[in-house]
């Protein structure tokens, strides 16, 4: 079953959030010159089943993820989001998460 995040994202940005892990993975295994999702793997210094909980919805690709990748590949992490398929203009933590945090 795909990742389906708790706190969903406004109605009018709900159509915008349409995570495709699935295009990010093939997108920095081609731009990385890589092999395969096991050498993508090793590049983020995570195991080989993270990035294929990630490509099968199981996991999500969180901000920590994002950041790696963009440490590895140097795109930008709106470029990153916006080839998962989040076309969302803002970014914000759930309530929950800021209520942890104070």
Sequence with gaps: MPFVPEEAAPADEAEEFNPNPNALLDHLVKHLKLKNDAALSRLLEVQPPVVSKLRHGRLPVGPTMLIKMH???????????????DRRKHFRMPEKAEAAEA
Excluded: A, P, Q, T
């Excluded at 440490?71 to 398929?85: A, K």
């Design 71 to 85: 440490e590895v590949s140097d795109i930008e992490i709106r470029e990153l989001r916006r080839l998962m398929g």
